[in-house]
């Protein structure tokens, strides 16, 4: 009775421990390292001097939507196959290109530590290869993006700024660092900033009627809106106005936030009649139930610096919003 009683012990607790085994074996995973949107690509030396190099940069070092200057998307780091061991598979986001003798794709989630998400894509011929990359890329820079925005926000939420008139003005919480600091709050409008070594990053919280953005002329309408509108409640130097630079037209992205309808607009603003401008990202929330546009915008004025991982640091913010 003894052997069969320990047998069937040590079976009821590998079956309740390991379950179908992911969950036991990512809680003995080492933690992730990385830089926000540092990626690392592994791929062998001729691969990655080649096309397949090629069609991995045009996609993923492209430059990222609504920079003033060309900021790639990701800063990669290319390693060979034989590297990728040990603490090199540490990596928060990586790419695995290789040949092999059949085509596949897969997005596997902490294979090697925790939180991870890498892509793995194999292919007979460099050609294929290619097509391959080329066929999946949204999806994978999906699963990148959703990734680096949790483990921005996980940091956001090391040290939170209490922000009880926010919620009291606009019936909208944000879990914001307490690095920020609250510039103007108020029914017109609330600001926040953060100090940086040479300019800010700041986030602007206002509302419009309904009837301020179409379904036909929405990024005119968001423009206006900004021009006017936000413009109007923002206060800046002399007679000049915060507006949208009109050299550049930004990118509109249909998207929701706290499952509400919303219009993420990226591009650049200006100070009228001065030498000043930079990024914006710009959620115009469709708010049935308040009767309005909710509009949550995040902008950085830091003329010497990168501002791709500024920017990324307010859009991480601004989807933490939770509307009442």
Not at 82 to 90: H, V
Not at 158 to 172: A, E, I, N, P, Y
Not at 228 to 240: F, M, Y
Not at 285 to 290: G, I, K, P, S, Y
């Amino acid at each position: 009775m003894k052997p069969i009683f320990a047998v069937l012990l040590g079976l009821f607790f590998i079956a309740t421990s390991c379950g179908d085994g992911s969950n036991t074996i990512d809680s003995y995973r080492p933690d992730s390292v990385g830089n926000i949107n540092s990626l690392q690509i592994v791929t062998p030396e001729d691969l990655w001097n080649g096309e397949v190099g090629e069609a991995i940069r045009n996609h993923f070092a492209a430059p990222a939507d609504g920079l003033p200057q060309d900021e790639p998307l990701y800063s990669m780091v290319q390693m060979k196959t034989t590297s990728f061991t040990d603490f090199a598979q540490r990596y928060r986001i990586f790419l695995h290109a290789t040949l092999s003798d059949s085509t596949n794709f897969s997005l596997k989630k902490n294979s090697f530590a925790k939180p991870q998400t890498g892509a793995f894509l194999t292919a007979p011929t460099a050609e294929e290869l290619v097509a391959l990359i080329n066929k999946h890329q949204e999806e994978i820079k999906a699963a990148f993006y959703a990734s680096e925005i949790k483990e921005k926000q996980k940091r956001i939420r090391l040290s939170l700024k209490k922000l009880d008139t926010l919620q009291q003005d606009f019936g909208v919480s944000l879990k914001v660092p307490t690095a920020y600091r609250v510039a103007h709050s108020g029914e017109d409008y609330y600001w926040l900033r953060k100090a940086l070594e040479s300019g800010t990053t700041n986030i602007f919280i206002y509302e419009v009627p309904l009837n301020t953005i179409g379904k036909d002329s929405t990024i005119a309408d968001i423009i206006n809106m900004r021009n006017t509108i936000g413009a109007g409640l923002l206060p800046v130097e002399d007679d000049s106005k915060f507006i949208t630079e009109a050299a550049y037209s930004p990118f509109l992205f249909s998207s929701e936030l706290d499952g509400k309808p919303t219009y993420i607009t990226k591009g650049t603003w200006e100070i009228t009649d001065a030498w000043m401008a930079g990024p914006f990202v710009n959620y115009a929330v469709r708010d049935e139930a308040n009767d309005r546009w909710l509009i949550l915008e995040g902008f950085t004025y830091a003329p010497s610096d990168d501002k791709r991982d500024l920017q990324f640091e307010l859009e991480a913010i601004l989807k933490t919003a939770t509307i009442e």
